[in-house]
């Protein structure tokens, strides 16, 4: 058996990302600034857990001191499954990223959410209600962020996927709310609003399959990913017009940020992390 925590002593306040990979992860980054600015003392690392490994990891984490965990891919739909007790955000997306370890029990939650409709309200002015929404991909990306929209009363919801059966299947999950599904690939007899890139293809740099017709002025581009420099999908939505668009950093702090405020009661100034992960993002590109 793997030993996730071998060299640890116990730490007093001592949380973790687990995930696969793992190594760029900036949460534990995130966190620690986040502490530092509300004078908490924490230690936050990340380890790198595989599928089918989450029960072993959190039982060696509880006995290192472990607090709280943040999972990420591929974990958030074990770590719900694993959990004793689940909110009914992490209920609504079917996943978890953030678990607490409460009076024995284990507790699930979704920030994802919350964190996406936050960066967008918040930290960039955008309005969802009365919205037209167009999500690419149908991925645990996808799930974890639809009922958060749902939340904010938008005119329509289509999520467009390479797989229609996983498009299919979120309709099927999001039975309150009428999911649209658009084919891969095929035209919208409108512009929608916001453009959300919720599939992996940015990792690899690659497109999703639309075009002009889908992206222009008057549009709101949203990549989930974040990569140092913008990501093609994010230039193509440039030499198409668009005229906001926006990385998935934001969300990444503000999910974070709800995670923090779960654990320790306090929520932590987001403006000035994203600020400073965004400078060192362009020092480093
Ligand atoms: P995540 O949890 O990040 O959403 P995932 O569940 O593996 O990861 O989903 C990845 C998403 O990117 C899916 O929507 C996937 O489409 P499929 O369901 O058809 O696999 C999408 N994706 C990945 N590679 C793609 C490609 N080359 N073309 C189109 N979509 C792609």
Redesign the pocket.
Known sequence: MKNYFEKKTRFSNFFCVAGTPIAHSKSPVIHTLFGEGVNLELTYEKVEVSSGCLGVAIEQFKKAGGIGMNVT??L?EEAFDIADDQSDRAIKAGAANTLCFKDGRIVADNTDGSGIVRDLKLNNSITLEGKTILIL??????KGIIPALIKENPFSIKVS???IS?AEALVEFTKDYPLEVLE?GKKLSYRPDIVIN????SLSN?L?AIGSQTIGPGSVVYDMAYTVGPTNFMRFSESLGATQILDGLGMLVEQAAEAFFLWHGIFPDTSSIIEYLRNENSSNA
């Open positions: 891919v591929p958030k991909g149908a991925g645990g990306a996808a996927n390479r797989t996983r891969w919720a599939t992996s293809l690659d999703p």
